[in-house]
């Protein structure tokens, strides 16, 4: 294989591991400003459901007082009937008593309905709590990772630039050129030829191509030639030990290409 090739293979690989680390060093601070955001809600929706929880008690305890308060008008109420002297005073007192009384079934009606929101509150107290816990451990858990990454990915990154660096200076000028081109518009420069097709745009080589990409005698006038891709313009490459595409796991492209240089 041209050397420029396989030195543009190698690059292609670093930049795409670059552009991994980097997609990865910038997503690990939104993770944690997600994490944070989450347990910011978790935290307004408990303090939220306190807050509703000692409403209602606090409403609860003048329902009482008020209950109290009327039925102890109903005993005086009574005790001034005993000496009621006329039919008028009678028919007043029972009426106060009557209108004391209503009011007493009334606060206790309401006080029933407060029971019932104080338990929709107590169980909204108690997820929130739960979603407080979760998301206080997803926080410190991005924190961790991001602080990981931060360290990894920026000692990683350094590496990959030196080595690269180091491995564009011995390409052609000219062919880094149209790696720099191509790579800058469609995302990668070079692709690999695969079943009589471009990888990367997945359009058919012409069996003359292919032939000169597979079939070259080390030789020939073509030994040295870098050829393209006439759909999308990507550098070719053929590999004889990979037919079929490979599912790479991350970092495994960039050794791949290293260690088959």
């Known amino acids: 294989m041209n050397a420029d090739l396989e030195h543009l293979i190698i690059l292609q690989a670093q930049d795409l591991e670059l552009r991994r680390l980097r997609a990865e060093l910038a997503d690990a601070p939104i993770q944690v400003t997600a994490a944070q955001t989450a347990r910011a809600r978790a935290e307004v929706a408990l303090a939220e459901a306190n807050k509703s929880l000692s409403k209602e008690e606090t409403l609860r305890r003048s329902q009482e007082l008020d209950v109290k308060d009327r039925q102890g008008k109903i005993s005086r109420l009574r005790k001034q009937m005993e000496t009621a002297t006329s039919a008028a005073q009678i028919a007043a007192l029972e009426h106060e008593i009557s209108f004391s009384e209503q009011a007493i079934a009334t606060l206790e009606d309401e006080e029933l309905a407060s029971l019932e929101r104080t338990d929709a509150f107590d169980l909204a107290r108690g997820k929130a709590t739960l979603t407080l816990e979760v998301t206080t451990a997803t926080l410190a858990a991005a924190r961790v990772r ?3 990454i931060a360290t990894r990915n920026t000692a990683t990154i350094a590496g990959i630039e030196t080595e690269r660096a180091a491995l564009r200076a011995q390409i052609d000028e000219a062919r880094l050129s149209v790696y720099d081109r191509i790579s800058k518009a469609k995302g990668t ?18 069996p003359q191509r292919w032939n000169d990409l597979t079939d070259r005698d080390p030789n020939s006038e073509y030994a040295n030639t870098i050829f393209t891709c006439e ?31």
Not at 232 to 257: H, M, N, T, V
């Open 146 to 148: 991001a602080a990981d």
């Open 189 to 206: 420069g070079v692709s690999q030829a695969i079943d009589h097709k471009c990888a990367a745009c997945q359009m058919m080589v012409r």
């Open 231 to 261: 759909t999308c313009g990507r550098l070719l490459f053929y590999d004889p030990r990979q037919d079929a595409p490979i599912r790479w796991a991350p970092g495994e492209k960039l050794a791949a290409a290293t260690t088959n240089s």
